[in-house]
């Protein structure tokens, strides 16, 4: 079997030159492929240092991000994975509201203005707080 190097987002960071924050950004947006494998298992290749490489390049040489994500990877498309079918992600963001109440949103949608998403949060906060002297649950 194929025994390719493998490393953690600090040592992906560290040899393209670039921090944590960034690997992590340019995943989110599309520059790079999200890490092989889930959760602490999750590594990076050989192949995603070399795209990490390329976007240094580009932008040492003035391009937009938009334009390097078209040119390197076109619309949507994923790197293959060696180990087997690449899994569908999606990236979301999450807003913690209470102990065990969280507001979920898909990064395909725009997250509301700030005011308007604490009215929101605020909102959920009221309906679902822990009752006080006894009162009834919330329907859910």
């Known amino acids: 079997m194929h025994s390719a190097k493998r490393f953690s987002v600090g040592e992906l960071a560290e040899l393209g030159g670039v921090s944590r924050r960034t690997v992590r950004y340019y995943v989110q947006e599309g520059l790079i492929p999200a890490p092989l494998g889930l959760g602490r298992g999750g590594h990076y290749t050989e192949k995603h240092l070399e795209t990490l490489l390329r976007v240094k390049q580009m932008q040492e040489q ?20 060696p180990d087997g079918p690449q899994l569908p992600r999606e990236l979301w963001t999450r807003i913690p509201v209470l102990p065990g109440l969280e507001i979920h949103m898909s990064q395909d949608l725009k997250l509301p203005a700030p005011q308007k998403l604490q009215e929101i949060v605020e909102l959920c906060r009221q309906r679902f707080h822990p009752r006080r002297n006894n009162e009834e649950e919330p329907d859910v």
Do not use: A
Request: proline share 10%.
């Open 62 to 81: 003035g391009l937009p991000l938009t334009e390097i994500r078209g040119r390197l990877t076109g619309p949507k498309r994923r790197m293959e994975n």
